[in-house]
């Protein structure tokens, strides 16, 4: 039996474990399994790889996108290395482990997806950023292959990030895309969206939330009253699960 599982800290509500076991079933796959395996301190990692023989693949969740790097033997050069932040990792035939990003590989082309069916051109847009953590930096990548200037916005400012307080009237109008990569919204605090002035958003702007529980969150419903278009995290999540499918399996 092959073992896959998801590791982070807490992990109540897991779309990865339904996923995989969804598909495991639908497809016929016999010799599989996943499991969530709760990971309150990353330095626990080497114990929980030692407790685990037939584990073959490993999804990465908060908190523990950058801080098990240092636990890996090889990071793949065109995502993980480049981002610096895991949220895949394989086990090699010969026990090694392997970091890979597929947050990068599912945010960008949900999003090419999204603006073909909006028939909007990447190369009209700027982005703003909310937040700056491990899931943001896929983002960062992503968007600059497609060409999109983006603006980070953090709860303190910095010389390559703004603050929410700096969040005028022109920032807003001139940034169309606005991007929630932060867990802000996440089930169960669901009355809760990131600090931005909503009032002036329009039907010019873009709204895409990393949160996929809730499908709607208050951050999309607050921009759907004022006309933008919005989109959820759950295309990009079932399109990174299934590249990380294809690594365990191809690589």
Known sequence: MRLFALIGFPLTHSF?????TEKFEKEGISNCIYELLELPDYKDFPNLIAA???LAGLNVTIPHKQNIIPFLNELDAASAARIGAVNTIKVLPDGRLKGYNT??????LSLEQW????TITPLSL?????GNGGAAKAVFAALEDIQIPYQIVSR???PSTISYEDLTADVISTHQLIINTSPVGTYPKVDECPAIPYEWLNEAHLLYDLVYNPAETLF?????Q????THNGLPMLQLQAEKAWEIWNNE
Request: charged fraction near 30%; hydrophobic fraction near 30%.
């Open 126 to 130: 700027k982005a703003l950023i909310l």
């Open 16 to 20: 990865s474990k339904k996923y995989f």
């Open 226 to 229: 004022q006309n933008a278009q």
């Open 103 to 108: 947050d990068y590989y599912g945010f960008r």
């Open 156 to 158: 303190q400012k910095t």
């Open 52 to 54: 685990h023989p037939d």
């Open 115 to 118: 603006l073909q069916k909006l």
């Open 220 to 224: 999309l419903k607050k921009g759907k």
